[in-house]
């Protein structure tokens, strides 16, 4: 491709349809890829070149634009080439303009963060262009702080705009974020608000580096919005779009605040050379050039041989537990302590004690509250009981399902309620969790089981093993050492633990609506009600509990918060992994016709990323068990 | 053989009340009555006849707030005392007085005991917390101007004063402040100049007491943690970690040397007061007679070496004296 140099006046407009048709059959990479790099550098210093390239983008036929413009925001290697190459087609053209500032950023979000660097670096370069991105700062801050958007697109769309609006924060300057300073504030609470409100940690996340970022850029001075979240690459990432070094600093980079308060604050009284306290780091007296009489020898030291250290005890029998954990004496705070920390090795040293008073013990450890700052409180009592339960299923499930769904118990409460019932039924169901107090894999039980948003990857795993261990036909031999077996004693219990749990789902109380507001606890509830059909396998109720928990999720499938969702598809796949084969297919026949066609139509069109994974494996499953019977012969 | 160690020489009850500090006055001549102070959380000062080992008087000035500190100045007529009640109370008590001649508010609702030294005949120097969360005031007595306020810059974080020793080198020399502070470091400050020369810091935990030895230009801190921490002051006025002691139970609340510099002793959490060697910190005794908590520990100011004693007051409400060590 090679043009005429020169003052002739020559028409390119056909080169222009060549390029548009070329681009909308798809061969953007093949001509792009020769024509920008060629482009780019006979446009770095030539006005007349830049002035052809932008004649001959403008040329392109408006059906064809979209494909040219795509190309060529994908292709530039940076927004200062991208605004030589284009010039200020997005003012001039209307469907280009359509394109980048609508297509590119609302309605498709699988570019990459270069490419976004590019379009909206190209939008900031020209003043002509501001104001289109000062628009699309507008359009993306809607989109971020409509709830309906945020409840229901993918999280990688979300993750886009989050991205996009980063950057065009980057690129403003004073005079804009004082005139749009209002809008900012209002866009940033209300959507900082539904990002809280959602279940999944991602999404939260988001939400509250995004408001940092606007918080910052335009509070520069006085406080400024900060949360707590732990750092991961993706805020890391994020962060860092908030900062522009581009190679002509058109854009200030932010500064550091922490920094600069460093740097400003004035050190008034302590002088230069003592400014630095010295750490404890001890100089070790020099014996030798000690040269003064040791009087010291003269003093003679008394026995010490009595002075040890203090213990205090903790009471030897439950009774005296309770009598301290109840005890309105704040006095003793020791021997508080001390009870907590013993209580949980008491409880299972001495069973029969402790069946006499299990559900008070139950009681008192739902309500205990840390009087003194001891390390790993919360974990004490969660052992606790677990040990409680553990000892004395029957009556103790009973309470707790119970208060799970009573009057005056905090959104946390509701929530240990579930962990301890999936802990203690591990036990339970486990024959190599019998007796050791420390689960060597589960060191906090509580977040491994009932994880947020890594349940699906949690599950994957389990269920990929179970696949295994199942569809392996031949015999390793000698080699691996039995387990000890016991007598399962979840078997008996199961029912106790499970039914409750699963019965007034939809009857609201004054304080808690499960399927209202408080759809965080719902999503908790069904992932454990998953957990629990998964240990129940091999139990008498598998079967009933199999019925019961179809009918739960038959009620709750269109639930519009994802982590519920997911939690449906972890049951369905525990369901399938749990109760025998036979008993699927000769009890709950229909109802497994009307879930496939159900998981059918999550694997397309659910928006969240994780139930179409879950829902394609649930279906493989259930290939797989059919197979598995056909194979048999009956 | 070691000893198994001495009890204590006599026991004074009937405080009532937990003891929070203590201060002798029998440095006068032998026919002075050797008298010991005592201040209690109920509020009164206690004024032990150590003859008769029988309380003599009962103050009450800090309208039923605890005291917690109570110094001498320059003899048992004049007496100084600083309770929670945020006011610092002088009281005359010559000739069977007992009246409080002046009064400091403070505005301090912390626990930070002041610390007097004289500067001349008649004035003092008092050093105390203040009212603003970090500072540290001097006052001069008995005219109760401010000399400074010792405030550290902005941004150090170093939370409260929790102990004070103001001192001097000699007599005409400046005079420097010492404050731990509730961050676990200790602060010198130059009071004339009203800056901070050097800062160190000892603990994790916040310092409990601190007492200085000007002689050897080395002082020792106790904390809530286990270990006690042993400084030195070089020539250029900075402070230095000399040596760390480690104990056997955590919390010490109150650390005092012995006039003679040979001995100190420590008020532990764990009931027991420790007695170590100043020079290298040996270990020397550990006395074992309190129930609670020993909130604090006094050496006597006796003329004649052999009557020195040692109190110990506790949460328990006794106030247990000891003889220990005298002969040396």
Redesign the interface.
């Known amino acids: 491709v090679c043009f005429i140099p020169g003052g002739l006046d020559c028409s390119i407009s056909f080169v222009s349809h060549v390029l548009g048709k070329v681009c909308i059959h798809g061969r953007q990479k093949e001509i792009l890829g020769v024509l920008v790099p060629c482009l780019t550098d006979l446009t770095k210093s030539d006005c007349i070149w830049q002035r052809i390239c932008w004649r001959l983008v403008e040329c392109v036929p408006d059906r064809w634009m979209e494909a040219v413009v795509l190309g060529f925001v994908q292709r530039a290697p940076g927004a200062d080439v991208l605004s030589r190459l284009l010039g200020n087609l997005v003012v001039k053209n209307k469907k280009a303009q359509f394109v980048v500032t609508q297509k590119m950023l609302l309605l498709q979000y699988g570019h990459t963060t270069a490419v976004l660097q590019n379009l909206l670096g190209y939008l900031s370069l020209e003043s002509l262009r501001r104001t289109l991105l000062l628009r699309v700062l507008q359009e993306l801050l809607e989109t971020w702080s409509s709830s309906s958007a945020v409840k229901h697109s993918p999280a990688e769309q979300q993750l886009y705009i989050s991205k996009a609006i980063l950057i065009c924060l980057s690129h403003l300057k004073e005079p804009e974020i004082e005139s749009c300073r209002q809008e900012l504030l209002t866009s940033m609470m209300e959507g900082v608000k539904c990002h809280l409100d959602s279940s999944l940690p991602q999404l939260r996340r988001l939400g509250m580096v995004v408001a940092e970022s606007i918080s910052l850029k335009i509070n520069t001075e006085g406080p400024v919005l900060k949360f707590e979240y732990e750092e991961d690459d993706e805020t890391r990432e994020l962060k860092s779009l908030l900062v522009q070094t581009p190679p002509f600093c058109v854009v200030p980079s932010l500064p550091d605040d922490e920094r600069s308060e460093k740097a400003g604050?004035a050190?008034?009284?302590?002088?230069e050379s003592?400014e630095k306290?010295?750490?404890?780091?001890?100089?070790m007296?020099d014996e030798e050039s000690d040269a003064e009489l040791?009087?010291?020898d003269?003093?003679?030291?008394?026995?010490?041989s009595?002075?040890?250290?203090?213990k205090i005890k903790a009471p030897v029998y439950i009774r005296d537990c309770i009598e301290v954990l109840t005890g309105s004496r704040s006095e003793d705070v020791d021997k508080w302590e001390a009870t907590v920390k013993a209580l949980e090795s008491l409880v299972r040293k001495n069973p029969a004690a402790t069946r006499e008073v299990s559900v008070e013990l139950a009681k008192i450890l739902l309500h205990l509250e840390e009087k003194t700052c001891i390390e790993g409180f919360v974990e004490l009592r969660q052992r606790a009981q677990v040990a409680v339960l553990t000892t004395d299923p029957i009556p103790v499930a009973k309470y707790l399902t119970s208060q799970f769904y009573s009057l005056n118990y905090s959104l946390r409460q509701r929530m240990d309620i579930l962990d301890v019932l999936v802990l203690a039924a591990q036990e339970l169901s486990c024959p190599s969790f019998h007796g050791k107090t420390r689960h060597s894999g589960a060191q906090k039980p509580c977040i491994q089981l009932l994880p947020g948003s890594d349940s699906s990857k949690d599950w994957r795993r389990i269920v990929d093993e179970r696949i295994k261990s199942k569809t392996r036909r031949f015999d390793v031999g000698q080699s691996r050492v039995e387990l000890a077996s016991r007598p399962n004693e979840f078997n008996s219990v199961a029912g106790y633990f499970f039914f409750p749990l699963i019965q007034h789902f939809d009857r609201p109380l004054t304080t808690f609506d499960l399927l209202g507001e408080d759809h965080l606890v719902l999503g908790r509830l069904v992932h454990t009600l998953a957990i629990l059909m998964y240990l129940a396998v091999n139990t008498m109720a598998v079967t009933a509990m199999g019925k019961a928990l179809l009918e739960f999720i038959w009620a709750l499938r269109f639930h519009t918060d994802s982590y519920v969702r997911q939690g449906l598809l972890s049951c369905i796949s525990s369901l399938l992994l749990s109760v025998p084969t036979e008993r699927i297919l000769a009890d709950m026949t229909e109802e497994m016709l009307e879930t496939q066609s159900w998981l059918g139509d999550v694997m397309e069109k659910d928006p969240d990323g994780d139930c179409r994974r879950l829902a394609l494996q649930n279906l493989l499953l259930m290939e797989n068990l059919k197979k598995k019977l056909e194979a048999v012969p009956s | 053989m070691a000893l198994p160690p001495p009890d204590p020489q006599f026991v004074l009850r009937g405080t009532s009340a937990a003891v929070h500090t203590l201060h002798f006055s029998c440095g006068g001549p032998e026919s002075d009555i050797p008298l010991l102070f005592s201040g209690s959380e109920n509020g009164f000062i206690h004024v032990w006849n150590l003859k008769t080992r029988r309380v003599d008087t009962a103050l009450d000035g800090h309208g039923r707030k605890s005291v917690y500190c109570v110094e001498t100045m320059g003899g048992k007529d004049r007496l100084l005392s600083q309770g929670r009640d945020q006011r610092i109370c002088l009281w005359d008590l010559a000739e069977g007085r007992t009246s409080v001649t002046d009064s400091v508010f403070t505005e301090h609702v912390g626990f930070c005991r002041c610390s007097l030294l004289k500067v001349a005949q008649g004035r003092w120097l008092m050093a105390m917390a203040a009212r603003g969360l970090e500072e540290v005031q001097i006052l001069e007595l008995p005219s109760k101007t401010s000399v400074c306020t010792l405030k550290p810059e902005a941004g150090a974080k170093l939370g409260m004063p929790m102990c004070l020793k103001l001192w001097q080198l000699n007599c005409g020399s400046q005079p420097v402040l010492l404050a731990g502070y509730e961050d676990g470091s200790v602060v010198l400050w130059n009071v004339s100049m009203g800056r901070a020369l050097s800062q160190l810091i000892c603990h994790q935990e916040p310092v409990m007491s601190l007492d200085f030895d000007s002689e050897k230009a080395k002082g020792i801190s106790g904390s809530s943690e286990k270990v006690l921490s042993i400084w030195s002051l070089n020539e250029q006025q900075n402070l230095q970690v000399y040596k760390t002691h480690e104990l056997v139970n955590a919390g010490i609340s109150d650390v005092t040397i012995r006039p003679d510099r040979k001995i100190l002793a420590t008020a532990g959490w764990d009931h027991r007061i420790r007695i170590f060697g100043w020079k290298k910190l040996k270990p020397l005794a550990v006395l074992d007679y309190h129930t609670a908590t020993v909130h604090c520990v006094s050496f006597s100011d006796h003329s004649n070496p052999q009557q020195r004693l040692l109190a110990a007051g506790s949460k328990d409400q006794r106030i247990s004296v000891w003889s220990i060590y005298a002969q040396t």
């Open positions: 604050a050190l008034p009284l302590v002088p003592h306290p010295h750490t404890a780091a001890p100089v007296p040791d009087s010291d003269d003093l003679i030291p008394y026995d010490m009595e002075d040890k250290e203090q």
